[in-house]
């Protein structure tokens, strides 16, 4: 019922899931245009800008998706309906699940939008349907992940300002990571030494090595030990901050 | 109505909102953050660009990066200046601040007061900053004076088109109406790599937009090799203007609806 109601309400909402498919696509869009000539650095690792830029969509959007997680949880305990929920006897992870169920199914809208949007303009998945298949599952992970944060930060202040207010914190882990260049090829040590301890860094690669080399087994594992490492913490700690919100109550 | 009607008000105006940015870090910090991380982002993770074979700006690529950053930040500086006056529309401030002023059009005048000192303070943090990250200034005084009044003009022509729409729309609301024009006009001029490296459709877009002769003319003055400095400056006046009469209008549709 929860899992229903959250997806419902999440799709329901346009504001929620317009702008996580067209902001990610406007500026892989730009990017794809406007750092097309990177791919002439000796050791780029393909011809086409879109293909490399194609991993960031995924990222982008579960973005998105932690800002609305955390939103809808801010507002189901800023309406009670939080303080109803503590008086069933839904175990905390379930209710937990349940919250977020909206969130992965906006991010399989994402990824098969992005995949679609990506198969149209030309990137060829290197990896084949599979690793499309495997794409897909990754970016459902790296929502969770997010989504949990989010969670994590609306249980804890019970504020949906708060949770604006973290977002911009989430754009510093995107943009402090491989995002724009290989790891390789960034050239300034401090931000090279920032990016190779970004996880986002690791979700990214895992994403690109499907579409730009196939199957590299070390590229992936990282990626989904990094979404699912930082999905099992912010799951853990969302569900102590649900706990000792229940307490309260 | 007497001058000094017009600047008491445009005085209250301005100090009370930029007593509000300065004293509300829920107000101050995005307006820094924003064009930090990109500073950041790109001066830090795309400073490899500069071997791109035909990348010909002589000073640097943080100093190209600022360039741009500069830009950002002064357009920003009147775009959040907009969702202010949104929000003051939205609390009903506005209308008692509409029947109270002798003179309306100092009300606007008031805000851009203001978007001009959080456009000062946020260049100010973003310039020491890129000193420390390594900026190489080339340019003479004289070409300093031209980059920072370039920036001004597009601080001010940003804000104006914000209260414009603002005026119009009178609610939070309007803040992506305010925001998307803005931040698809910055990106769609040469952002992180010179003009000709450009592809594609963006390409074709940074032809047709005035903000790329702005960015090239205030890298130019980065670079003291100044480049397009008159259709620069007349585009900035060109914006500045039209936007004068949209924020006119907009407070006409304000008092009308007073």
């Known amino acids: 019922m929860l899992a229903r109601r959250s997806v419902v309400r999440t799709l329901r909402q346009p504001m929620m899931v317009v702008p996580s498919l067209l902001f990610p696509l406007i500026f892989l869009s730009i990017n794809s245009s406007g750092l097309d000539s990177a791919t002439r650095l000796p050791g780029f690792p393909t011809d086409s800008y879109f293909d490399f830029a194609l991993a960031i969509s995924f990222v982008q959007g579960a973005l998105f998706s932690a800002n609305s997680a955390g939103t809808n949880v801010a507002s189901d305990i800023e309406s009670g309906f939080l303080n109803r929920l503590s008086l069933t006897p839904l175990r905390r992870v379930a209710l937990m699940m349940g919250q977020l169920a909206g969130i992965l199914a906006l991010g399989l809208i994402q990824a098969v939008t992005f995949l679609v949007v990506g198969a149209v303009f030309g990137s060829g998945i290197e990896a084949g349907v599979a690793g499309a298949l495997v794409i897909v599952a990754m970016s459902l992970t790296i929502s969770l992940a997010f989504g949990c944060i989010g969670a994590f930060v609306a249980l804890r202040s019970g504020s949906g300002e708060a949770v604006q207010g973290v977002f911009p914190l989430f754009f510093a882990a995107l943009f402090l990571s491989s995002l724009s260049l290989p790891r390789d090829l960034i050239e300034t040590d401090w931000f090279r030494t920032v990016a190779t301890y970004n996880p986002v860094s690791y979700m990214l690669e895992g994403i690109r090595s499907l579409v730009i080399t196939g199957w590299d087994g070390e590229a992936i594992a990282l990626g989904f030990a990094c979404a699912g490492g930082v999905a099992l913490i912010a799951l853990t700690a969302a569900s102590s901050a649900l706990r000792t919100r229940m307490v309260r109550t | ?258």
Do not use: C, K
Request: hydrophobic letters at 55%; charged letters at 10%; proline letters at 4%.
């Open chain 2, 1 to 258: 109505m007497t001058r000094g009607g017009f600047w008491s008000v445009a005085l209250a105006v301005g100090w009370r909102n930029a007593h509000n940015f300065f004293t509300n870090p829920a107000m101050a910090i995005p307006a820094l953050m924003f064009p930090l991380f990109f500073f950041t982002a790109f001066a830090g993770g795309l400073s490899r660009v500069d071997s791109i074979p035909g990348f010909d700006y002589g000073s640097g690529y943080t100093t190209f990066v600022y360039g741009f950053v500069l830009l950002q930040a002064s357009a920003f500086g009147g775009v959040f200046t907009g969702f202010s006056i949104a929000r003051d529309f939205e609390s009903g401030f506005s209308r008692r601040l509409m029947l109270a002023a002798s003179q309306r059009g100092g009300i606007v005048a008031g805000y851009w007061i203001a978007a001009l000192l959080r456009a000062v303070f946020t260049i100010t943090t973003i310039t020491v900053v890129a000193l420390v990250a390594g900026l190489t200034i080339d340019g003479s005084f004289v070409d300093l004076v031209g980059l920072y009044t370039l920036a001004l003009l597009v601080n001010a022509a940003a804000m104006l088109f914000g209260s414009g729409v603002a005026m119009r729309l009178r609610t939070m609301q309007a803040g992506p109406a305010i925001q998307v024009p803005a931040f698809l006009l910055l990106f769609l001029a040469p952002v992180w790599v010179p003009y000709d490296l450009l592809t594609g459709w963006v390409q074709a877009a940074a032809t047709v937009n005035p903000v790329t002769l702005v960015l090239e003319a205030g890298r130019g003055f980065l670079a003291g090799d100044p480049t397009e400095v008159l259709p620069a400056f007349a585009v900035a006046l060109l914006l500045a203007a039209v936007t004068v009469l949209w924020a006119r209008g907009g407070l006409r549709s304000a008092e009308r609806a007073a």
